[in-house]
């Protein structure tokens, strides 16, 4: 059922490639999924929220695991939640975990999420028999954020829920720069992949179209304008482009108008350096 597991890099775009006319999501998006929700801010149908869309729905069709990394800021836990937005209510299964979690903090999340009751901390086998009965009652799309960290301990727990689930279980693992590298590694996990996905920051040439789709007040600025904010501020990272849309807004409430070339001077400074 696992097998030819395949490679997705999201957010292409170099300067041959044609430029997208960025579209809005066709469904409505939480505002609070946004880094510094804005009012006007749009959740956009990039090409990292379109691949992980497929990646995600093969896997769930599948009962599989998909991996979705990249460097900070590119989008990868907003592009999962934009996606599962379209899906059933109920569906997503959002493991809220602290850093470095071990067995027993999956096991509380897990039943947390899932609306388990609660068992002694000493009782794990009555714990997991609660689980796994949830997740075999109705199919669920499991997801992970900074699964980079987990344990491997953690890892092989995951692997347990996964077999033991009649039917099998999806699960999406979202990890960091250089997280895929530790995922691949945990060999139990990397067996039952059936897709990495990636998702890179825009290329430069992408930056105009995709900015001035993210929110409205961006649409008077030029594209040379725009790709320079871009690379002292943002370098293609979206979540950027987010905190300069709340600060920009945030300008404009207090000062009132400004021209857009003014505004982007008086706000750039504030996000401070994008990491490289």
């Not at 929220?49 to 769930?60: G, K, L, Q, W, Y």
């Not at 991996?67 to 997503?92: D, E, I, M, Q, Y």
């Not at 693992?173 to 139990?188: D, F, K």
């Not at 067996?191 to 990495?196: E, H, K, L, N």
Request: charged fraction near 20%; aromatic fraction near 6%; hydrophobic fraction near 45%.
């Amino acid at each position: 059922m696992l097998s030819g597991a395949h490679t997705a890099h999201a957010a292409r775009g170099g300067t041959g490639d044609a430029k997208p006319s960025y579209a809005v999501l066709p469904y409505p998006v939480e505002p609070w999924l946004h880094f510094l929700p804005v009012p006007g801010l749009r959740a956009l149908a990039t090409e990292g929220v379109a691949d992980t869309a497929r990646a995600v729905a093969d896997a769930f069709a599948e009962r599989a695991v998909v991996c979705v990394n990249g460097a900070a800021g590119v989008g990868k836990t907003f592009a999962v939640r934009a996606v599962l937005a379209a899906h059933p209510p109920g569906r997503a299964a959002w493991l809220r975990l602290r850093s470095r979690p071990d067995p027993a903090d999956l096991r509380c999340a897990f039943q947390a999420v899932l609306g388990c009751p609660q068992t002694p901390g000493d009782d794990a086998g009555t714990a997991d028999e609660l689980i796994l009965a949830a997740l075999s009652a109705r199919p669920r799309i499991v997801v992970a954020d900074e699964a980079h960290q987990l344990s491997p301990a953690a890892f092989e727990y995951l692997r347990y829920l996964y077999d033991a689930t009649a039917g099998g279980v999806c699960m999406v693992l979202i990890a960091g720069q250089g997280g895929e590298a530790v995922l691949r590694q945990t060999r139990m996990l990397a067996s039952r992949c059936m897709a990495w996905m990636h998702i890179n920051a825009l290329a430069s040439a992408l930056i105009p179209a995709a900015v001035r789709a993210l929110h409205p007040l961006w649409r008077g600025a030029s594209d040379g304008l725009l790709r320079r904010t871009d690379a002292r501020s943002a370098r293609g990272r979206l979540r950027a482009w987010a905190a300069l849309t709340h600060h920009a807004h945030q300008t404009l409430r207090i000062q009132g108008a400004l021209p857009v070339k003014e505004l982007v001077e008086r706000i750039t400074p504030r996000p401070g350096p994008v990491p490289r």
